[in-house]
């Protein structure tokens, strides 16, 4: 029998769809991620470092001790490090912190030396039974705390986006009846809120940094606009400004261009994920949409901002350097019609000059011709008043045929 043959991505695209999914996990459970920001040259000591510690770093997802609960994860610009544990005895030990600090990052051996800076850690603890209010309010801030149901209702969580004293944030889950892998799914979905709500706000910073620096530069664009205008104006120095301006926004386009993409990206991701967690608000307190929204659609729309405003520079130095050019090509124009006039005018009197040249020379081709007869007949038939008579009578004759000569030569050249 024929076989057909696969496809070499078919095998590798399937697993794709698996490649990003926690290992299915069940309450009571205590976990923590990080996530770290890894430069491009950091990437080859990242994955040596990986491969030390495991069974290798294939693509761009390696779990490493699995069994024991700790996961490592390549991104395109950072890598997340997981740890989780259902260790009776490691939960039974900080019951009165709701399982909070079981995870710490000096106990986790794993991440120690790891490449990259500690961008975000997340501590989440998940239990069968509703939290004891007075415990969950050592452990989070109540007052604002954000509190909602989960997935459709099988779940309740408490965050109030805090940094507490191990330098991580705090989620505490209730399970309520989560059902085969969707406490993973849940906690996926809750630590890619965090991640990426976070990484979106690097380009926080930077947007602010370019809102400042488009208002000088708008302002330098404004006045070289007004310089095409005035009278006496110099084009170069125009030019010069203009070519000047439009390198420094090109330059902070390819500078800012990555992060502030990057920053609409995340918050895209962040929304999608808010959709999927299928909230149900609580009385009291604020959802994590909400909450989220609130406090990072601001920020977003200041990036959209700057981002629409320094490409909206750059197409106004376009625009202003057609109406440069215009001014330029007229100008010449100006100075080319200028330039014929004064040619036409030279050649006006190059004519004039030539027809008074013309006048002389019938003169002098006539006593020329003259002299030549005088030289031929004086010696036959002398010196008489007859004779003289003859040359008079002559001169008019060959001023006429000289005159009609050069007439006709001149007729010939035109026709030419």
Known sequence: MTQIADHPLRLALSELMHERALPVLAAPLALRSWVLLVDD??????????????????????????????????????????????????????????????????????????????????????????????????CLDLSTCVSCDAFDGRAQIW?????????????????????????SRLL???????????????????????????????????????????????????????????????????????????????????????????????????????????????????????????NDVSDRIGRVSDLLRAKVSISLETQNQLLLKNMNARAELQVKLSELVEGLSVFALSYYIINLIKYVLEPVVGHSKGVTAGYSLGVIVVLVGAWQFIRRRKRKLRVE
């Open 159 to 183: 965050t109030d986006f805090r940094a507490h004293d191990n330098g991580a944030g705090r989620i505490f889950i209730h399970d309520k009846g989560l059902r085969n892998d969707e406490l």
């Open 41 to 138: 040259a950091d990437r080859a000591a990242e994955t040596e470092w990986v491969n030390r510690l495991g069974d290798g770093a294939e693509g761009r997802l390696a779990r490493i001790e699995a069994q024991a609960g700790r996961i490592w994860e390549r991104h395109g610009e950072f890598s997340t490090w997981l740890s989780y544990t259902s260790d009776p005895a490691a939960l039974q030990a900080a019951a009165d912190r709701l399982w909070f600090c079981v995870l710490r990052t000096e106990a986790f051996d794993w991440l120690s030396g790891a490449p990259g800076q500690v961008f975000r850690s997340v501590e989440i603890a998940v239990d069968r039974h509703a939290p004891d209010m007075d415990s969950l309010g050592r």
């Open 188 to 310: 996926q979905t809750l630590i890619e809120i965090g991640h990426y709500r976070k990484l979106a706000l690097l380009g926080f910073p930077e947007a602010r940094a370019i809102l400042t620096w488009l208002k000088g530069a708008e302002q330098r664009l404004v006045d070289m606009t007004r310089q095409l205008n005035r009278p006496g104006a110099s084009q170069d120095d125009i030019y010069d400004s203009l070519t000047a301006l439009s390198a420094d926004v090109e330059q902070r386009i390819n500078e800012v261009g990555f992060r502030l993409g990057a920053t609409e990206a995340y918050a895209r991701l962040v929304e999608d994920r808010l959709i999927s967690l299928r909230e149900r608000p609580v009385e009291g307190f604020s959802t994590m949409k909400a909450f989220i929204e609130r406090r990072l659609q601001p920020a977003m729309r200041t990036c959209e901002a700057a981002s629409a405003r320094l």
